[in-house]
């Protein structure tokens, strides 16, 4: 089972999505933050709210769709920009940092190409007369 998990972990930006993840959670949770503790900037209300609904989305669909994840990261990208203004300085900076950290890795997360068998590796037994090393071309007869 780890297996399998560690698997599906690097098939994906998995790392940019958690950040994302844990930023908007950051950022709700202080827009719910009781009234002595909020500092009112910008337009409260439905923005509020509605940003770090969006990044939370982007950063669940960066682990389920990971081949649109040059949109999604860009998303949160600007919607952690953008919850500078709406929620609470960003979530007192530290969601703001957290969903820049998570939507800069996820834009430059790049799929591992799959490993070619190396013809050397493969036993003598199964391998074919026209498959030979380099080295066994070369040598002199």
């Keep these: 089972?780890?297996?399998?998990?560690?698997?599906?972990?690097?098939?994906?930006?998995?790392?940019?999505?958690?950040?994302?993840?844990?930023?908007?959670?950051?950022?709700?949770?202080?827009?719910?933050?009781?009234?002595?503790v909020v500092v009112h900037i910008g337009m409260q209300g439905l923005a509020g709210y509605l940003v770090p609904i969006i990044m939370l989305l982007c950063g669940v669909l960066l682990w389920f769709s990971p081949e649109n994840r040059t949109f999604y990261s860009i998303l949160a990208l600007l919607m952690a920009?953008?919850?500078?203004?709406?929620?609470?300085?960003?979530?007192?900076?530290?969601?703001?940092?957290?969903?820049?950290?998570?939507?800069?890795l996820a834009f430059s997360w790049q799929p591992v190409p799959p490993r070619k068998p190396d013809p050397d590796a493969i036993p003598a037994e199964s391998r074919h007369e026209n498959d030979t090393p380099l080295e066994a071309e070369r040598a002199e007869p």
Excluded: D
């Design 81 to 104: 920009l953008a919850s500078w203004v709406t929620s609470n300085l960003g979530g007192f900076l530290i969601g703001l940092l957290l969903g820049l950290l998570g939507g800069s």
């Design 1 to 36: 089972m780890r297996r399998s998990f560690r698997r599906w972990r690097r098939s994906r930006p998995f790392w940019g999505g958690l950040f994302i993840v844990v930023a908007a959670v950051e950022i709700f949770l202080t827009v719910k933050a009781p009234l002595p």
